[in-house]
């Protein structure tokens, strides 16, 4: 494990804040039965509004590596720098936190990042095959099909290279990471969080329908307007 450097001082208060964010953002993951033991993962990043424009100077919370959901506790969090250096706290990060990081790098726009290991999407990812668009909550959260990335060692940042590139210029804020399970992004964690959950429901309720029958596509230009719909004007604004 890297020697911690310091969480700079005008990052005090926002770095704390989301700690207690991503501790209780973790809750959700067994609770919504999307992972099992000390699997998966939520970040959030932390915004350095005196850093450099492209983000560089941005940190992230994360959970420590094999830590118990049971465990997990807003002091117990990591934060680390963009490359994935230890910033501040006396565990090992997760072993994704390279992914995370270069998301984070290479996406300017995402704050959070999700990985579990979620049965029915991760039975889909299995079989490298993408989510087709045959749901109308697929199309409000997803905006058309969820597609499937490379296979990727875990360890390094083959993984985020891999979200990324598959991500790149796609509506979907999931993927479905080859052999081993989905990854999400979202504006905060939060929305990362939803998306994990949303995945792993549209994953089973696709995987029903096939054993009745083959799923009904939705035309594209219905999936357009449901996710504008859904996007825009859904909710309270």
């Known amino acids: 494990m890297s020697t911690p450097t310091t969480v700079p001082a005008h990052l005090r208060a926002a770095v704390d804040a989301a700690k207690e964010r991503v501790a ?31 983000g560089s100077d941005d940190l992230l919370v994360i959970k420590p590596s094999g830590v118990s959901y049971d465990d997990i506790t807003p002091d117990a969090m990591v934060v680390c720098d963009l490359e994935g250096a230890l910033v501040e706290g006396d565990r090992s990060p997760s072993s994704d936190t390279a992914a995370h990081a270069y998301v984070y790098r290479h996406m300017t726009d995402v704050g ?3 990985h579990t290991h979620s049965t029915y999407a991760t039975a889909w990812a299995a079989r490298g095959e993408e989510i087709p668009c045959v749901l109308t909550m697929m199309a409000d959260e ?17 993984i985020g290279r891999g979200i990324v590139e598959t991500l790149g210029g796609h509506r979907s804020p999931a993927v479905l990471m080859r052999n081993h399970g989905p990854f999400t992004i979202g504006k905060d964690a939060r929305a990362a969080v939803k998306a994990a959950v949303m995945v792993e429901e549209v994953a089973r309720t696709v995987h029903v329908s096939r054993q009745l029958g083959e799923p009904l596509p939705i035309a594209a230009e219905h999936v357009d307007a449901l996710y504008d719909r859904y996007q825009n004007v859904y909710g309270q604004h």
């Open 142 to 158: 997803f905006g058309g099909p969820i597609p499937v990335g490379p296979f990727a060692i875990i360890g390094d940042d083959s």
């Open 112 to 114: 959070g990042v999700v």
């Open 24 to 54: 209780a953002l973790h809750a959700e993951l067994p609770r919504w039965e999307l992972v099992v033991w000390t699997a998966g993962n939520v970040s959030e990043r932390v915004r350095d509004p005196r850093g450099a424009d492209d």
